[in-house]
């Protein structure tokens, strides 16, 4: 089976009926778009620090560090880029061009990211062939394939990877949409092994459309997703059997507010759950306790119109926590033709929100026009801040 960027189906699939995927960008829209062509090189003090071991670079302040974005659409033929961002001023700049050869294998859509320990960036790109999981150098943009989903030499197939995280030990597990299941991918070899089948009973509690996959302290992994009795729900995946347990069912109102859609997932450093969810046009956050499963309200993205533009509401595509303790998730208008979308910072203690970057505000670098995946860099990283400055400012190491 295969997908056009418009119709690929997203991990809450019911509310394709309501809010379409945001179509493609004409060939005419991308020449007249600033920043197009090569990828502009790094800044000295970036690539410097990426020499030195230390990561892209901010500075003491671990807020300030650049995090990346997967893009779904952008880049060369729409195929989709990696952007990063300069939480201090909004700016991006394009790292990896999808559609670009000569950066490494083409892909299509990309989705889920996530930082690996050696500096790299992974992500899920799914719609090329059966889907790719690759390797991104955040200095170059230059990629390289570790697992291709179509290849039975690497694994099990068929799936189609959305979501990715990387475990302690640096091996990574990814969400596939198609086959609802979650992958164990070796991050030198790529070879699959499949960890939890959700339409496996007897592993647990069944589900489709998995979400973009999260990590707690103690390695359980965390998701939603649409459950065996066709309500939504938050799971916890064992990482050495692949167990699952259903959690929070967001049709009990027992457990709290309800919604018909569950979405994105993060996991705090306290151990609870952040949950986008969704009821008709309406977007909210909630803290889910990872014990008996009980939601609150954290904030409430109603009504949309203030940001950036948006005037209808909008989908949380993703959903981490920063090195600045804040949530960090992007959202995309959900409506054809919307706006582009934009990065958000919640603050999971006073549930305030603000804007980091608004990617159809071309004044601040390539806009992004499907913003899904949020690669964050660890907070060990010590940066340089800003992407213009040329010197090296509270240069230190965290060891």
């Known amino acids: 089976m295969s ?74 033929d729409d195929r ?30 990309p989705r889920g990211a996530v930082f690996e320990a050696g500096g790299t960036i992974l992500v899920a790109a799914p719609l090329i062939d059966e889907g790719k999981l690759l390797r991104v150098n955040p200095s170059s943009g230059a990629r390289t394939l570790v697992s291709d ?16 995280l990387v475990e302690p030990g640096g091996t990574i597990i990814v969400s ?29 509690p069944t589900a489709t459309a998995l979400s973009f996959p999260a990590i707690d302290d103690g390695g359980f992994l965390w998701v939603s997703g649409r459950d065996g009795g066709e309500g939504e729900a938050v799971f916890r995946v064992d990482p050495a059997t692949g167990n699952r347990t259903l959690v929070s069912d967001l049709e009990d109102a027992t457990q709290g507010p309800t919604s018909v859609f569950a979405g994105a997932v993060a996991v705090l450093p306290d151990g609870r759950i952040v949950l986008s969810a969704s009821d008709d046009l309406r977007e909210v956050l909630f803290f889910v306790d990872p014990v008996d499963g009980t939601r609150t309200l954290m904030h409430d993205l109603d009504p949309a119109g203030l940001i950036c533009g948006a005037a209808s509401a909008p989908q949380i595509t993703a959903l981490v926590v920063g090195p600045d303790g804040r949530i960090w998730g992007n959202i995309r208008e959900s409506v054809i033709g919307g706006v582009p979308g934009a990065l958000l910072a919640f603050d999971p203690t006073s549930g305030g929100r603000s804007i980091i970057t608004c990617f159809g505000d071309e004044t601040l670098g390539p806009e992004g026009f499907s913003p899904f995946g949020i690669a964050v860099p660890p907070p060990s990283w010590i940066f340089a801040s800003g992407f213009e400055s040329g010197d090296l400012e509270d240069w230190s190491s965290s060891s």
Not at 187 to 200: H, I, K
């Open 149 to 164: 989903f179509g290849d039975p030499g690497q694994g099990p197939t068929g799936g189609v990877p959305v979501g990715v």
């Open 80 to 109: 989709g880029q990696v952007l990063a961002v300069d939480p201090a001023t909004g700016q991006r700049i394009l790292i990896s061009d999808l559609g670009d050869p000569s950066q490494g294998p083409v892909a299509l859509n």
């Open 3 to 76: 997908w056009t960027h418009a119709s690929l189906p997203r991990h809450r699939p019911a509310l394709d009926a309501r809010t379409p995927a945001i179509p493609r960008r004409s060939a005419r829209t991308f020449a007249a778009a600033p920043f197009r062509g090569p990828a502009p090189a790094l800044p000295a003090v970036l690539a410097l620090a990426m020499v030195l071991g230390l990561g892209p670079a901010a500075s003491g302040d671990p807020a300030a560090a650049q995090v990346y974005v997967a893009d779904a659409g952008g880049g060369t």
């Open 176 to 204: 596939s949409w198609t086959d609802d299941s979650l992958f164990r991918v070796d991050p030198t070899t790529g070879a699959r092994t499949l960890l939890s089948d959700f339409g496996e009973p007897s592993q647990g």
